[in-house]
C-alpha cells in the first residue's frame, strides 16, 4: 500500500530564494511531451527514489502534483506524516528565460523529477493533502 499526496512543487509569479521566477505555461511543452512518469526522489537524491508522480498539470496556482510514497514507513513516509517534511521542489533545465535586474523568469522548463525536501527554494511550495 502506498501514501498519495498532493501540492504544489512550483508557484506562478513568486521569486524563490534563488530570485527566479515561473511564468504560467513555463511547464507546458516538457508536460505535453512526457509520456513516462516521472520520479519522486527524496531531497533531489536520484539514488533516493522514494514514488512515482501520478498526476502533474499547471493550474492557476502553479504546477500542481499528486504522488506516491512506494514504502509508507520508510523514512520518507514518516517524514511526510509527520510533518517533518513538507517541502516539494523539482528538478530541472531552463530552456527558456529572461533576466532583469530582479532575477530570471523561467518560460520554458523541461522538468526532470519531483522531490520532497525539507527546504524548498520556493517558501509555500508544500504538501497540502495526504492520504
Not at 526522489?41 to 539514488?47: E, I, N, S
Not at 492557476?60 to 512506494?70: F, K, M, T, Y
Request: glycine share 10%; charged share 25%.
Amino acid at each position: 500500500m502506498s501514501l498519495r499526496f498532493a501540492g504544489y512543487a512550483a508557484l506562478f509569479g513568486k521569486r524563490d530564494a534563488g530570485r527566479d521566477l515561473i511564468r504560467k505555461g513555463a511547464f507546458a511543452r516538457t508536460l505535453a511531451s512526457r509520456s513516462d512518469a516521472l520520479p519522486l526522489f527524496w531531497q533531489h537524491r536520484p539514488d533516493l527514489r522514494v514514488g512515482w508522480v501520478d498526476q502533474i498539470a499547471e493550474d492557476e496556482r502553479g504546477l500542481r502534483v499528486i504522488a506516491s510514497i512506494d514504502n509508507p514507513d520508510g523514512a520518507a513516509g514518516l517524514a511526510l506524516r509527520s510533518g517533518e517534511v513538507t517541502g516539494l521542489s523539482f528538478g530541472y533545465r531552463t530552456l527558456g528565460s529572461r533576466t532583469s535586474d530582479e532575477g530570471r523568469e523561467l518560460l520554458d522548463i523541461e522538468l526532470f523529477e519531483i522531490s520532497l525536501v525539507t527546504h524548498p527554494m520556493q517558501h509555500g511550495a508544500r504538501v497540502h493533502l495526504l492520504r
